[in-house]
Each structure stands twice: as C-alpha cells, then as structure tokens.
C-alpha cells in the first residue's frame, strides 16, 4: 500500500496472488476495497489452510524446523547443492537468475520470515468476507485439486467466502475439470503458472472496460492464452 504510490503505480489495482500470494491479495483487498479493481487467485492458499488440508500442518511444522538453518546453509554454498526444479515456464536465463536468488542466503532468509508470518496472513485475510461486484478469476492446477488431500475444497471455501455476500463476475480455469462453482468456466488440458495468471488477468481486466467478459470457450484457449 505504501511501496506502490511510491514507486509511481497509481491504483486501483489488479492483484493477483499464488499460494499464499493469495491471502495476501485477500488481506490488501480487506483493508482498501476502494484501491481494488479485480483478483486473480492462481493456486491459492486458503485462509484456513492448517485446519482444511489435513496434510498442510505436518508440513509447515517440518518447514519451521529446518527453514531456519537455511540462511547458515547457503553461506556455505551448500544450498546450491539442491536439484533444481524442472518444471518452469522460464527461460534459461530467467531461471538462472531465480535460483541464483533462491540458493543466496538473503533468498534463505526470506523463505524462513515468510513461512514463519503465514498463521498471521492466513488469519488477516479472513477478513475479506465480500468482493463486491468486481471481477474475479479462479485458477485451479489438476495437481492440486486432485492430488492433495482437502485442496479443492479448501480451494472452493476460501474462494466462495471471498464472493458470497455480493460476488461480481466470476471466471474459474482447472487443467482438468471445472468443479469450482464459478462461471464462465474454462476447461484446459495444460497450462502453466505463467500463461493461467496472464489469461485470468487479461480476463479481468477486459470485465473491467467492457460490459461481457471475452469468450474462453475450450477452443479458443490456444490463441487466447
């Protein structure tokens, strides 16, 4: 809120948020509706995310014990030693330079701060309990809906609590099948982080200027996205 006048980016603003870039957005949108045109949430986390996804705790719990010994690890390079991810949307170079960040202690340090603020985010942004007639995109991976245990349905839950006093234009895109409540439903075979958050934010924004959101019928995804 401070940083974007600052750095000359005039409101309102489209947010969008993955993993827990979701509650954040959800938290902004709480705290100044006025400054917030639309949202896109891209695999968002869930505001009760400990408590619906009955696997997630374990997880964060693993997560606070070893992130912390991160930053020391890096000093020494050793982080570098970890394989990095195949699955990336970016170039070589851009890649090189997100790991080169990731595997750098001040990379460690981040990682450690954010995952020990995540039950003060997840509990902020349970007060965005309307959005208003604004537009919201919804995208959801096949991997998540259906690989890990509670996350369609924390999914659906945080979403719905985000629309369900007065909700606006809705649009959900899943990789598999469009079981979030949401429409104009697009159903695609593939997609990536990337080009999901491009589409949904194109989406929104064309609600936003024009009276009928641009047609994302299953066929037309390809040249659209």
């Not at 709480?30 to 696997?55: C, E, F, I, K, N």
């Not at 936003?208 to 995804?221: G, N």
Request: glycine share 6%; net charge positive; charged share 15%.
């Amino acid at each position: 809120h401070t940083l974007l006048p600052r750095a000359g980016e005039p409101g309102p603003y489209v947010l969008a948020g993955h993993p827990p870039g979701g509650p954040l957005a959800m938290t902004y949108a709480a705290r100044y509706p006025a400054h917030v045109a639309g949202m896109v949430l891209l695999d968002s986390s869930s505001p009760h995310q400990l408590t619906d996804q009955p696997d997630f705790a374990g997880t964060y719990a693993m997560a606070r014990r070893v992130l912390p010994v991160m930053p020391a690890l890096a000093r020494v390079a050793a982080t570098r030693l970890i394989p990095a991810s195949s699955a990336t949307a970016l170039s070589p170079e851009a890649a090189a330079q997100v790991r080169a960040f990731t595997t750098s202690p001040r990379g460690a340090r981040n990682m450690r701060d954010e995952h020990s603020e995540l039950r003060n985010v997840f509990t902020q942004s349970q007060a965005l309990t309307t959005f208003e007639p604004k537009p919201l995109a919804v995208v959801t991976a096949r991997e998540n809906a259906d690989g890990t245990a509670g996350w369609a349905a924390a999914s659906q839950a945080a979403h719905t609590s985000a629309a369900k006093s007065s909700p606006g234009p809705l649009c959900s895109v899943s990789t598999s099948s469009p079981r979030l409540p949401y429409q104009p439903t697009a159903d695609a075979d593939s997609t990536t982080g990337c080009t999901s958050t491009f589409a949904s934010c194109t989406w929104v924004c064309a609600r936003l200027v024009t009276s009928t959101p641009p047609a994302m019928e299953r066929a037309a995804l390809p040249s659209a996205w």
